[in-house]
Every structure is written in structure tokens, then in C-alpha cells.
């Protein structure tokens, strides 16, 4: 089995609300996977997008849509 941690999710909000709602939790979630598979894949879409267990046009989207694509071109 494979453990999981976020190390970076926090429970807090930063504009003053006291808690996140689940929904933007677990995007936040999302968003670090992305991250991590990318990182652990050297940036290759096609391999972390295998590892995610979704399709590359999909990883495209999700790292568009929550404006990841800044963090791809670091290298």
C-alpha cells in the first residue's frame, strides 16, 4: 500500500476564512500529486500522466486549468 502525505496542504485559510472547504482541500491535493508526478517523471507529461492514471490530454488540462504551467517551464 502506498502512503500519501501533503505536506504543503494547509487547513488554514490565507484570506482570513478559518477553515478551507473540502472541495479546495482536495484541489489543492490534486495539485500536488501533479506536481510530485511530474517532478519524480523530470517533467515528461506522457509518463506522469501514466503514473496518475489519467491521459495525457487530461494532465494537459488539469495543468492549464489550475495554472501549474508556470512551475513545468522551472527547470
Known sequence: MTRITFSHTRVDSVDGDPFLTLEQ???????EAILAALK???KNVAQ???????SRVTL?????KNQLNQNRQER
Open 60 to 64: 494537459y488540462r488539469l495543468i492549464h
Open 48 to 54: 506522469a500522466a501514466r503514473e496518475l492514471g489519467i
Open 40 to 42: 519524480r517523471n523530470h
Open 25 to 31: 482541500i482536495v484541489e489543492q491535493a490534486k495539485n
